[in-house]
């Protein structure tokens, strides 16, 4: 699989907003040549930190128990327990790209861990990474559907996707199902409320209405129960986070 040949990078701190939120110290650095890559460190709190869906995997390292875990692509939000105080460093791969049978979680971990400095990390782990082997080999008809869906926003459906590549619609489900792990058309709606984050971060008191209709959202109901269903909250419960305190 060649890295580079993937079209949709892990977005900076827009992707993951409540975590940049509400962790503790959050910084990050994208990395983009030759392969896209984001990394970000932050400190543990008491309180359960968010995660919502990306479409990305991430690798979390903790520094207290030098252990590593894998967030896969989910299709709903979760809440992580991080140790209070605990020092985390993260890589979000670029979508598509997911661990093979080579990838040692703890040869990362402990790898990583050996140094102190972010940048430092940073660098150890660019140098130890080799996506030939540590990442599955992507198929150029996955590369392809992976590739339109984050260039409609998600839009495109399943019928379109098959009629493009000349396959059925079957074929299409199991191909895409058996490399992310979830369906082509769960995963066009990430996509899509990805989309609207990042939208809705750049211009909070933008109406939603103009939003909804560009993204193909159905109506405001259609919206609010899929924007519910990623982050466990509302639009407005959601971007009042964001606001400056009256």
Same mark, same amino acid.
């Given at each position: 699989?060649?890295?580079?040949?993937?079209?949709?990078?892990?977005?900076?701190?827009?992707?993951?907003?409540?975590?940049?939120?509400?962790?503790?110290?959050?910084?990050?650095?994208?990395?983009?040549?030759?392969?896209?890559?984001? &990394?970000?460190?932050?400190? *543990?709190?008491?309180?359960?930190?968010?995660?919502?869906?990306? /479409?990305?995997?991430?690798?979390?390292?903790?520094?207290?128990?030098?252990?590593?875990?894998?967030?896969?692509?989910?299709?709903?939000?979760?809440?992580?327990?991080?140790?209070? *105080?605990?020092?985390?460093?993260?890589?979000?791969?670029?979508? *598509?790209?997911?661990?093979?049978?080579?990838?040692?979680?703890?040869? &990362?971990?402990?790898?990583?861990?050996? &140094?102190?400095?972010?940048?430092?990390?940073?660098?150890?782990?660019?140098?130890?990474?080799?996506?030939?082997?540590?990442?599955?080999?992507?198929?150029?008809?996955?590369?392809?559907?992976?590739?339109?869906?984050?260039?409609?926003? *998600?839009?495109?459906?399943?019928?379109?996707?098959?009629?493009?590549?000349?396959?059925?619609?079957?074929?299409?489900?199991?191909?895409?199902? /058996?490399?992310?792990?979830?369906?082509?058309?769960?995963?066009?709606?990430?996509?899509?409320?990805?989309?609207?984050?990042?939208?809705?971060?750049?211009?909070?008191?933008?109406?939603?209405?103009?939003?909804?209709?560009?993204?193909?959202?159905?109506?405001?109901?259609?919206?609010?129960?899929?924007?519910?269903?990623?982050?466990?909250?509302?639009?407005?419960?959601?971007?009042?986070?964001?606001?400056?305190?009256?």
């Amino acid at each position: 699989m060649s890295i580079d040949m993937l079209t949709l990078p892990p977005n900076p701190g827009s992707s993951q907003p409540l975590l940049s939120l509400y962790a503790k110290h959050y910084h990050e650095f994208l990395y983009t040549q030759p392969q896209s890559l984001l &990394f970000y460190e932050f400190y *543990g709190t008491e309180e359960p930190i968010t995660f919502i869906p990306t /479409g990305c995997m991430d690798l979390l390292i903790e520094e207290l128990s030098a252990t590593g875990r894998f967030f896969v692509p989910d299709a709903t939000y979760k809440n992580i327990s991080c140790t209070s *105080g605990s020092r985390y460093f993260g890589i979000r791969f670029s979508s *598509g790209v997911l661990p093979s049978r080579h990838f040692s979680t703890e040869y &990362f971990a402990y790898g990583v861990l050996k &140094f102190s400095s972010f940048q430092d990390r940073i660098s150890w782990f660019l140098t130890n990474y080799q996506p030939e082997k540590h990442a599955m080999p992507l198929s150029a008809p996955v590369h392809y559907m992976l590739e339109q869906i984050f260039l409609t926003n *998600g839009a495109i459906s399943i019928h379109e996707l098959a009629k493009s590549l000349n396959y059925s619609e079957r074929q299409i489900h199991r191909l895409f199902l /058996g490399h992310m792990g979830l369906n082509p058309k769960h995963y066009s709606r990430i996509i899509r409320f990805q989309a609207a984050i990042i939208q809705m971060l750049q211009a909070p008191k933008k109406n939603n209405a103009k939003l909804i209709k560009y993204l193909g959202y159905s109506d405001q109901a259609h919206f609010q129960r899929e924007f519910k269903e990623f982050t466990g909250m509302t639009p407005r419960q959601f971007i009042n986070l964001f606001q400056p305190p009256l």
